[in-house]
């Protein structure tokens, strides 16, 4: 009487050839034609690793056994790697279904019956999962170890079958393959980074792009592409034994955005991972800056009135202290911000002391400017050592690719800060230059401001203390320059300060635009730096 028996055949990825499953067909089917084996079913799985047992159609050959293990002899495959590759796993596996249901595994490439009731069997079906899994782990070491030869050391883009990074279009094929700037994304891009620099809300930058034509959706997209080190020319590397991973740069690729202006889009986002998630809304401007007098910040939601209107309402979610009408603060804060606004002699003041400032900065940025061109020169001259050494042999190949990434990575870093110096000096000359003579109407900067601009305001020139109480604003700080205005700011009611909680400085009120001796009334030099952050983007 025929033996009867089951078929199981696999290949990993649409990456392995089809070719694969023939193969594993053609030699399970000779064994079991030569072995006058009948066979009653085939099991295949397509594209499913050997790592674990979560493959559909294993699943169904254990629910097959199961159900008609009185009629199935042995279960056959082409080698023991195709049933699985973790050897311990595979074979509590094969001893389960031969101790409970009577079948034996057969590996048909080596024409072995296992039989896990005989030592030396057990043995040779124990030797040939293990060679099989000690292959396994010798491909994927060849695998890593290429990646990362071609990734940390040639800085190939290596990313398999996946699309090019938004902003880039792939060319050509294997280690000529490369990434070319798709000028229509890289603007949508760029603009991300600008934005988000100049304190933009990710949500507001999304709504933005995606008019803009940016293609990605999600709730993280904005946030995959500020994080993606390849528009800065780097590409995450992951470390392969003793060599060490990391950002890498990449070789024959073209920049989206400035190596200086992603570290700090990297810091802006790890500092507001630490901050309070604020939601942003154009009828709740003070949301997220303005305190309850318990400091926990108000929150704001329209409530519905007696007639059926809705009214806005900042409340405080935590201790039910506060219930304000949203109107009523917003135009008791413009009115505040009116007599805040400053007189023409302080502007005058402010002019020709911030262009002594600036002066002074830019003679200090001069002397920096200097020593890093002096390092950019030593860097080059090491640059060229190492190749000499390199084209005489005096080094080897793997010395000679550390110590040049090293070198060119510091390299680009110190010449895109040297931009960005310049690029920031002469931002912040013409913006002090132009912009100073509208702190005479900080009502209407505000009213005309974006949010975060409003945030950027009102969180500097109140040091995040502004609260409110009693049907009044208060801080314990206000930014010196300001002080002009706290005698009319308490007799209208409108903002009090809190003395010597904050600043250390006794508060003395004056009347009008007269200037005061006694305490520091003209601002400082983080003043001066600030004034310009007041009209980014304007």
């Given at each position: 009487?025929?033996?009867?028996?089951?078929?199981y055949l696999r290949y990993s990825s649409d990456k392995q050839s089809f070719h694969s499953i023939e193969r594993q067909d053609a030699v399970t089917s000779h064994w079991m034609n030569f072995n006058n084996v009948v066979i009653t079913d085939t099991f295949v799985d397509e594209g499913h690793t050997a790592r674990?047992?979560?493959?559909?159609?294993?699943?169904?050959?254990?629910?097959?056994?199961?159900?008609?293990?009185k009629t199935i002899d042995f279960l056959v495959v082409s080698e023991l790697t195709r049933f699985s590759r973790e050897a311990g796993d595979a074979i509590n596996m094969v001893k389960k279904i031969q101790t409970d249901y009577g079948v034996r595994i057969v590996s048909a490439g080596r024409g072995a019956i296992y039989d896990c009731m005989d030592h030396n069997s057990f043995f040779m079906m124990g030797l040939e999962f293990l060679m099989g899994n000690s292959e396994n782990i010798k491909r994927q070491n060849d695998i890593r170890g290429g990646i990362y030869a071609a990734k940390a050391i040639k800085g190939l883009w290596i990313q398999g079958g996946h699309k090019a990074p938004y902003g880039y279009t792939k060319i050509g094929s294997g280690s000529e393959r490369r990434l070319v700037i798709d000028e229509t994304q890289a603007y949508i891009v760029r603009y991300i980074f600008e934005a988000f620099l100049n304190n933009t809300p990710i949500m507001t930058i999304?709504?933005?792009?995606?008019?803009?034509?940016?293609?990605?959706?999600?709730?993280?997209?904005?946030?995959?592409?500020l994080t993606n080190p390849i528009y800065a020319g780097y590409q995450n590397v992951k470390a392969w034994k003793e060599?060490?991973?990391?950002?890498?740069?990449?070789?024959?690729?073209?920049?989206?955005?400035?190596?200086?202006?992603?570290?700090?889009?990297?810091?802006?986002?790890?500092?507001?991972?630490?901050?309070?998630?604020?939601?942003?809304?154009e009828d709740f401007p003070l949301r997220g800056v303005l305190r309850c007098h318990c400091q926990k910040m108000l929150t704001g939601a329209p409530s519905k009135g007696r007639h059926g209107k809705y009214y806005n309402y900042y409340k405080c979610n935590h201790s039910g202290h506060n219930n304000l009408n949203a109107n009523k603060i917003h135009d008791q804060l413009l009115e505040a911000l009116k007599y805040m606004s400053l007189p023409s002699r302080m502007i005058k003041k402010?002019?020709?002391?911030?262009?002594?400032?600036?002066?002074?900065?830019?003679?200090?940025n001069g002397k920096l400017l200097m020593s890093k061109r002096t390092e950019i020169s030593e860097k080059e001259r090491q640059l060229h050592s190492i190749e000499a050494k390199w084209i005489n042999n005096e080094i080897k190949a793997d010395?000679?690719?550390?110590?040049?990434?090293?070198?060119?990575?510091?390299?680009?870093?110190?010449?895109?800060?040297?931009?960005?110096?310049?690029?920031?000096?002469?931002?912040?000359?013409?913006?002090?230059?132009?912009?100073?003579?509208?702190?005479?109407?900080?009502?209407?900067?505000?009213?005309?401001?974006?949010?975060?601009?409003?945030?950027?305001?009102?969180?500097?020139?109140?040091?995040n203390g502004l609260y409110y109480k009693n049907g009044l604003y208060r801080t314990p700080y206000m930014m010196e320059v300001f002080h002009h205005s706290t005698l009319i700011l308490s007799q209208k009611k409108l903002l009090e300060i809190d003395e010597n909680k904050k600043t250390g400085l006794k508060v003395r009120s004056s009347g009008g635009d007269r200037i005061r001796t006694g305490v520091?009334?003209?601002?400082?030099?983080?003043?001066y730096m600030f004034i310009p952050e007041l009209f980014v983007g304007k």
């Amino acid at each position: 009487m025929d033996k009867k028996g089951i078929r199981y055949l696999r290949y990993s990825s649409d990456k392995q050839s089809f070719h694969s499953i023939e193969r594993q067909d053609a030699v399970t089917s000779h064994w079991m034609n030569f072995n006058n084996v009948v066979i009653t079913d085939t099991f295949v799985d397509e594209g499913h690793t050997a790592r674990n047992f979560d493959r559909p159609d294993i699943k169904e050959l254990f629910q097959f056994i199961k159900k008609n293990y009185k009629t199935i002899d042995f279960l056959v495959v082409s080698e023991l790697t195709r049933f699985s590759r973790e050897a311990g796993d595979a074979i509590n596996m094969v001893k389960k279904i031969q101790t409970d249901y009577g079948v034996r595994i057969v590996s048909a490439g080596r024409g072995a019956i296992y039989d896990c009731m005989d030592h030396n069997s057990f043995f040779m079906m124990g030797l040939e999962f293990l060679m099989g899994n000690s292959e396994n782990i010798k491909r994927q070491n060849d695998i890593r170890g290429g990646i990362y030869a071609a990734k940390a050391i040639k800085g190939l883009w290596i990313q398999g079958g996946h699309k090019a990074p938004y902003g880039y279009t792939k060319i050509g094929s294997g280690s000529e393959r490369r990434l070319v700037i798709d000028e229509t994304q890289a603007y949508i891009v760029r603009y991300i980074f600008e934005a988000f620099l100049n304190n933009t809300p990710i949500m507001t930058i999304y709504q933005d792009v995606r008019q803009l034509g940016f293609s990605k959706t999600g709730n993280s997209a904005v946030q995959e592409i500020l994080t993606n080190p390849i528009y800065a020319g780097y590409q995450n590397v992951k470390a392969w034994k003793e060599q060490p991973g990391g950002l890498f740069p990449m070789s024959n690729h073209t920049n989206i955005i400035e190596v200086a202006t992603y570290n700090r889009a990297q810091e802006k986002l790890q500092r507001s991972v630490e901050r309070h998630r604020v939601s942003i809304a154009e009828d709740f401007p003070l949301r997220g800056v303005l305190r309850c007098h318990c400091q926990k910040m108000l929150t704001g939601a329209p409530s519905k009135g007696r007639h059926g209107k809705y009214y806005n309402y900042y409340k405080c979610n935590h201790s039910g202290h506060n219930n304000l009408n949203a109107n009523k603060i917003h135009d008791q804060l413009l009115e505040a911000l009116k007599y805040m606004s400053l007189p023409s002699r302080m502007i005058k003041k402010i002019s020709s002391e911030s262009e002594g400032i600036l002066e002074k900065k830019l003679s200090e940025n001069g002397k920096l400017l200097m020593s890093k061109r002096t390092e950019i020169s030593e860097k080059e001259r090491q640059l060229h050592s190492i190749e000499a050494k390199w084209i005489n042999n005096e080094i080897k190949a793997d010395t000679y690719q550390r110590w040049h990434t090293d070198l060119s990575r510091s390299l680009a870093i110190l010449r895109d800060e040297i931009k960005d110096m310049n690029r920031a000096d002469e931002q912040r000359y013409m913006l002090l230059k132009n912009e100073l003579q509208k702190l005479s109407d900080l009502a209407t900067v505000y009213s005309s401001a974006t949010i975060p601009q409003k945030h950027e305001l009102l969180r500097k020139g109140f040091d995040n203390g502004l609260y409110y109480k009693n049907g009044l604003y208060r801080t314990p700080y206000m930014m010196e320059v300001f002080h002009h205005s706290t005698l009319i700011l308490s007799q209208k009611k409108l903002l009090e300060i809190d003395e010597n909680k904050k600043t250390g400085l006794k508060v003395r009120s004056s009347g009008g635009d007269r200037i005061r001796t006694g305490v520091q009334t003209y601002p400082s030099k983080a003043f001066y730096m600030f004034i310009p952050e007041l009209f980014v983007g304007k």
